[in-house]
């Protein structure tokens, strides 16, 4: 039989699709479960916010170093390949620490290997529409769809057999995910290994660092919300079938966010959208603020869609049009050691600080308060990158 090669490349398309898919059906049990199993153990909310936090600690020690050494060796799926193997088999102990500093030590070292995954998917990912950028949304909306299916699937099981079974379902899924990594194309570098000193002149650039700070704010808001909004929902009386269905309903928004985006072309104006963006946030953090009724806080999470794929799908494009080629997966690892991972630590330790003593309507205050800085920068960066071509003309 003979293959051609467009076939072979709509193949490996799939599987790239596919192993975006199962990298978010493991998210979709471990967001939203985690914070729950942590506190069913008993740990009190400042111990929760540090195991919690310590996963973006690790991606701002290591993101930019894991990204930088795929650029060195010009290969990401090699190492993808090393970090899901060794993640499957980790995820599988969760359950045998009991002490606080054991379960720490633990999570270091898992999330060693776990965190620097959606850099190096997001780095293949943007390799297969570098041609077409918009397409990004297509490709990361299976993330969405593979999180949305896990997070109402685990919430109905779960809640039959047990929140404590929740790292199990992790490890299929990522078990999954690795036989489905061996299918995809690794990312084609047609440039030389980049310097150590292109690294630092990288991130030496003011606008690099400023819109690093924007996105960072905006991140911080989305990392506390994320995991904390399950623990606000048991508070306000829900079960754990509730905390999926909430999920659900914002991850299925965010699905048809990132199917309508990746039809549009806006390329030139990302700066703009992030500011609009920035807004948009700001007025879920206000309606969560004051809403303490779980079938308005479900109709608030659609807000949710419009929020995550827009933040998401403009930083990406603005990204791509920022990092030199030479950077590709260094520019991700920045991006995830700032965003996620500096603002990842921020949100959830601050969150846990904040809802334990200020409770939901303090802690979605403070949300807010970020979206407005994130706004404020984004507009000067937006003024300070249009401010040359009014003097050109």
């Known amino acids: 039989m003979v293959y051609f090669p467009w076939e072979v490349d709509h193949i490996k398309d799939v599987f790239l699709k596919l192993v975006i898919a199962?990298?978010?059906?493991?998210?979709?049990?471990?967001?939203?479960?985690?914070?729950?199993?942590?506190?069913?153990?008993?740990?009190?909310?400042?111990?929760?916010?540090?195991?919690?936090?310590?996963?973006?600690?690790?991606?701002?020690?290591?993101?930019?170093?894991?990204?930088?050494?795929?650029?060195?060796?010009?290969?990401?799926?090699?190492?993808?390949?090393?970090?899901?193997?060794?993640?499957?088999?980790?995820?599988?102990?969760?359950?045998?620490?009991?002490?606080?500093?054991?379960?720490?030590?633990?999570?270091?070292?898992?999330?060693?290997?776990?965190?620097?995954?959606?850099?190096?998917?997001?780095?293949?990912?943007?390799?297969?529409?570098?041609?077409?950028?918009?397409?990004?949304?297509?490709?990361?909306?299976?993330?969405?769809?593979?999180?949305?299916?896990?997070?109402?699937?685990?919430?109905?099981?779960?809640?039959?057999?047990?929140?404590q079974n929740s790292p199990y379902l992790i490890s299929v899924l990522l078990g999954l995910n690795l036989l489905c990594a061996l299918q995809v194309h690794d990312a084609k570098y047609i440039c030389s290994p980049p310097r150590l000193r292109d690294l630092t002149g990288l991130v030496k650039k003011?606008?690099?660092?400023?819109?690093?700070?924007?996105?960072?704010?905006?991140?911080?808001?989305?990392?506390?919300?994320?995991?904390?909004?399950?623990?606000?929902?048991?508070?306000?009386?829900?079960?754990?079938?509730d905390t999926g269905l909430a999920w659900t309903v914002g991850v299925t928004a965010e699905i048809i966010a990132f199917f309508v985006i990746s039809r549009l072309h806006f390329r030139r104006r990302m700066l703009s959208i992030l500011g609009f963006t920035s807004l948009l946030y700001g007025t879920?953090?206000?309606?969560?603020?004051?809403?303490?009724?779980?079938?308005?806080?479900?109709?608030?999470?659609?807000?949710?869609?419009?929020?995550?794929?827009?933040?998401?799908?403009?930083?990406?494009?603005?990204l791509l049009k920022t990092i030199p080629d030479q950077l590709r997966a260094t520019g991700q690892g920045l991006l995830y050691m700032t965003v996620f991972g500096l603002g990842g630590v921020l949100g959830i330790t601050g969150g846990g600080v904040l809802m334990g003593r200020f409770g939901a309507q303090g802690f979605y205050l403070t949300c807010l308060f970020f979206t407005l800085g994130a706004f404020m920068v984004f507009n000067r960066l937006k003024k300070k990158v249009a401010s040359p071509s009014r003097t050109q003309q």
């Open 284 to 318: 879920r953090w206000l309606l969560m603020a004051y809403v303490t009724s779980i079938k308005l806080i479900l109709v608030i999470q659609l807000l949710h869609g419009t929020c995550y794929a827009l933040f998401l799908t403009a930083v990406q494009n603005h």
């Open 22 to 163: 199962l990298y978010y059906a493991a998210q979709g049990v471990f967001l939203p479960y985690l914070p729950v199993l942590f506190k069913n153990q008993g740990f009190p909310y400042w111990q929760i916010g540090i195991l919690l936090a310590i996963g973006p600690i690790i991606n701002i020690l290591t993101q930019s170093a894991w990204g930088y050494f795929c650029d060195k060796l010009q290969t990401v799926k090699k190492l993808l390949l090393l970090q899901l193997a060794i993640s499957t088999v980790l995820s599988i102990f969760i359950l045998h620490f009991h002490s606080f500093w054991g379960l720490l030590a633990y999570l270091t070292v898992f999330y060693f290997f776990y965190r620097p995954l959606p850099s190096l998917i997001d780095t293949l990912t943007v390799n297969a529409v570098k041609d077409r950028p918009t397409r990004y949304g297509n490709y990361r909306m299976f993330g969405s769809l593979g999180f949305t299916l896990a997070a109402l699937g685990s919430g109905y099981l779960l809640n039959r057999l047990g929140v």
């Open 206 to 241: 003011p606008e690099v660092l400023q819109f690093l700070l924007a996105a960072t704010l905006l991140g911080t808001t989305q990392a506390a919300n994320d995991n904390f909004i399950s623990v606000h929902l048991q508070n306000l009386g829900g079960s754990i079938k």
